[in-house]
Nanobody, 115 residues
Framework: QVQLVESGGGLVQAGGSLRLSCRTS????????MGWYRQALGKQRELVAR???????NYGDSVKGRFTISRHNAKNTVYLQMNNLKPEDTSVYYC?????????WGQGTQVTVSS
Protein backbone atom coordinates (compact mmCIF):
# COMPACT_ATOMS: atom_id res chain seq x y z
CA GLN A 1 0.00 0.00 0.00
CA VAL A 2 1.41 3.35 -1.07
CA GLN A 3 1.52 6.03 1.60
CA LEU A 4 2.80 9.59 1.44
CA VAL A 5 2.75 11.44 4.75
CA GLU A 6 3.53 15.15 4.86
CA SER A 7 4.66 17.08 7.92
CA GLY A 8 6.16 20.43 8.79
CA GLY A 9 3.37 22.81 7.89
CA GLY A 10 2.18 25.55 10.19
CA LEU A 11 1.82 29.27 10.74
CA VAL A 12 4.74 31.57 9.99
CA GLN A 13 5.23 35.29 9.53
CA ALA A 14 6.09 36.75 6.15
CA GLY A 15 9.81 36.47 5.53
CA GLY A 16 10.08 33.33 7.62
CA SER A 17 10.96 29.77 6.69
CA LEU A 18 9.46 26.32 6.92
CA ARG A 19 10.67 22.88 5.92
CA LEU A 20 8.16 20.34 4.73
CA SER A 21 8.87 16.63 4.76
CA CYS A 22 7.13 13.78 2.98
CA ARG A 23 7.89 10.28 4.11
CA THR A 24 6.85 7.51 1.73
CA SER A 25 6.22 3.81 2.01
CA UNK A 26 5.06 1.12 -0.34
CA UNK A 27 7.06 2.42 -3.32
CA UNK A 28 10.57 2.03 -4.64
CA UNK A 29 11.31 5.61 -3.70
CA UNK A 30 14.67 5.94 -5.39
CA UNK A 31 13.29 5.47 -8.91
CA UNK A 32 10.34 7.80 -8.68
CA UNK A 33 9.97 11.44 -9.59
CA MET A 34 8.62 13.25 -6.55
CA GLY A 35 6.85 16.55 -6.37
CA TRP A 36 5.28 19.19 -4.21
CA TYR A 37 2.09 20.90 -5.31
CA ARG A 38 -0.13 23.38 -3.55
CA GLN A 39 -3.74 24.44 -3.67
CA ALA A 40 -5.05 27.64 -2.18
CA LEU A 41 -8.69 28.08 -1.31
CA GLY A 42 -10.73 28.56 -4.47
CA LYS A 43 -7.76 28.01 -6.78
CA GLN A 44 -6.44 25.18 -8.89
CA ARG A 45 -3.66 22.93 -7.69
CA GLU A 46 -0.32 24.17 -8.98
CA LEU A 47 3.21 22.86 -9.24
CA VAL A 48 5.64 24.02 -6.57
CA ALA A 49 8.64 21.80 -7.35
CA ARG A 50 9.61 18.43 -8.76
CA UNK A 51 12.71 16.29 -8.49
CA UNK A 52 13.58 13.29 -10.63
CA UNK A 53 15.30 10.12 -9.51
CA UNK A 54 18.59 11.58 -10.76
CA UNK A 55 18.10 14.82 -8.87
CA UNK A 56 16.99 17.10 -11.69
CA UNK A 57 14.69 19.77 -10.33
CA ASN A 58 12.19 22.25 -11.67
CA TYR A 59 10.13 24.88 -9.90
CA GLY A 60 7.01 26.92 -10.33
CA ASP A 61 7.80 30.50 -11.36
CA SER A 62 6.41 31.99 -8.17
CA VAL A 63 8.79 30.07 -5.90
CA LYS A 64 12.03 30.09 -7.89
CA GLY A 65 14.92 31.31 -5.80
CA ARG A 66 13.00 30.90 -2.53
CA PHE A 67 12.10 27.20 -2.33
CA THR A 68 14.37 24.16 -2.64
CA ILE A 69 13.28 20.57 -3.18
CA SER A 70 15.56 17.72 -2.17
CA ARG A 71 15.36 14.02 -1.53
CA HIS A 72 16.99 11.48 0.75
CA ASN A 73 16.60 8.08 -0.88
CA ALA A 74 17.82 6.11 2.13
CA LYS A 75 15.06 7.71 4.21
CA ASN A 76 12.40 7.47 1.49
CA THR A 77 11.75 11.14 2.09
CA VAL A 78 11.42 14.26 -0.01
CA TYR A 79 11.79 17.74 1.46
CA LEU A 80 10.73 21.26 0.57
CA GLN A 81 12.72 24.07 2.13
CA MET A 82 10.71 27.27 1.91
CA ASN A 83 12.45 30.58 2.60
CA ASN A 84 11.29 34.18 2.43
CA LEU A 85 7.69 33.07 2.67
CA LYS A 86 4.98 35.44 1.45
CA PRO A 87 1.28 35.63 2.33
CA GLU A 88 0.49 34.39 -1.18
CA ASP A 89 2.29 31.13 -0.35
CA THR A 90 -0.59 30.28 1.98
CA SER A 91 -1.98 26.97 0.73
CA VAL A 92 -2.38 23.31 1.42
CA TYR A 93 0.83 21.66 0.25
CA TYR A 94 0.66 18.17 -1.20
CA CYS A 95 3.42 15.66 -1.70
CA UNK A 96 3.15 13.58 -4.85
CA UNK A 97 4.83 10.55 -6.35
CA UNK A 98 4.82 9.79 -10.05
CA UNK A 99 3.66 6.18 -10.24
CA UNK A 100 2.69 4.36 -13.43
CA UNK A 101 2.11 7.53 -15.38
CA UNK A 102 0.02 9.41 -12.81
CA UNK A 103 0.50 11.30 -9.58
CA UNK A 104 -0.29 9.68 -6.26
CA TRP A 105 -1.01 12.22 -3.51
CA GLY A 106 -0.48 12.65 0.19
CA GLN A 107 -3.14 14.10 2.46
CA GLY A 108 -1.66 17.59 2.46
CA THR A 109 -0.31 19.94 5.08
CA GLN A 110 -1.47 23.51 5.68
CA VAL A 111 0.97 26.38 5.39
CA THR A 112 -0.25 29.79 6.49
CA VAL A 113 1.87 32.91 6.09
CA SER A 114 0.76 35.99 7.99
CA SER A 115 1.60 39.50 6.85
Amino acid sequence: QVQLVESGGGLVQAGGSLRLSCRTSGIIFSINTMGWYRQALGKQRELVARITSSGITNYGDSVKGRFTISRHNAKNTVYLQMNNLKPEDTSVYYCAAALEGRWTWGQGTQVTVSS
